[in-house]
């Protein structure tokens, strides 16, 4: 990307900042806050950024991410920019951590493992030429919220594809969903309704909605979950519940109803096809868009479902810290790439948005060039002169 990059800086980022001063710069330190404030000035990015990449592939998607890597060759990426380095997750992360010359870390995955890879980093620092780049993509406990004045038939289908497509596997699946009571019963026949038409079967069929997840560990997570809601007093499954291992690991889709908004099935990632609805008195909608942003630890993407523009209004500034992506009126997953930057705060990651213009910016080493066309010709200033 070359020119001029306009920050768009919201009136409402709510961030609260500790500015330490050095205990011998006090008095100009304020003078520069003063200053600085409101001066926020464009950056230029070269184009000859030269970064070079070791790609290591999740061990359980190596096919798909080989094929991407090969369209990029066969596309006129040069050889040795992304060099594909399938590894062993800890070999790969002590190594690399361990070289003087990592200059960033790009990771998507688990917040332990983010966590882990970053302390590393900081236990190093005093190996590196540079100081590492961290950017993380991690987990997610992804929202429906829906108002009483909400198009039904959007909500059901939007929470179909976004709880149930890729078997919930993804980062952004909805997996929370907060329901007026008054529009629970018919809501949930809908929802009931369009599970029994998924078909769960090979991913090589086209009419398949719904495949196996991806290994035997996450198999077994999800299995616990249900165990979970089967056994817990607060929660009733109305859809699915059932998983099988004996050819592929299969889940099916599950809706959960649960009696307790706040209960451990409503704060924590599964990354399964697992959905948790909670029907709420429809007068008592702020209070539970204020329970929305409490809730989980994570801000990844949320929906909210209204047609009272007042409503989406007022659920935008309650939310606006507990999704990095946000959605109107729409499912809380599939943004594209370029149209929608994609990413999450909190434990989410670091925000810095794949696909966007910020994402390089984090990947670049700026350099500021000034340039003098008048001869230098006197060492002293002005408010110098007697
Ligand atoms: N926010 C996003 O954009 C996004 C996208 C997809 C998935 N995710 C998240 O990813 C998670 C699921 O992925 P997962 O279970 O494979 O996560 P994971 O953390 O177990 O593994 C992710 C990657 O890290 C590697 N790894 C493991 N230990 C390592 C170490 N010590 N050093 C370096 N690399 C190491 C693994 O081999 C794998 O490639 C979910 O939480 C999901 O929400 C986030
Ligand atoms: N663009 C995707 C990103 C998912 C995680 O990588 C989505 O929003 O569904």
Redesign the pocket.
Known sequence: MIGPFKPYPSPSQGNVVLWKPSDTAMLSSTLWFCIAIGQFKPYYLSPSQGNVVLW?P??TAMLSSWIAYNVMREAGVPEGVINFVPAD??T??DTITGSPHLAGINF???V??FQ??WRQVGQNLGLYKTFPRMVG????KNYHFVHSSADLESVANGTIRSAFEYGGQK?SACSRMYVPSSMWPKLKDELVSRVKEVKMGDADDFTTFISAVIDDKSFGRIKNWLDHARSSSNLKVIAGGNCDDSRGYFVEPTIIETSDPKEKIMQE?I?GPVLTVYPYPDEKYREVLEMVNETSPFG?TGAVFAQDANVVKEAHEILKMSAGNFYINDKSTGSVVMQQP???ARL??TNDKAGGPHYVLKFCSPQAIKESHVPLTDWKYDNMQA
Not at 137 to 140: I, S
């Open positions: 290591k999740s061990d997750g800890p790969f992360g998507t995955g688990s332990q493992t882990h890879l993509e991690c987990g997610g980062c990632e990354f990844l994609f990413g999450g989410s990651g």
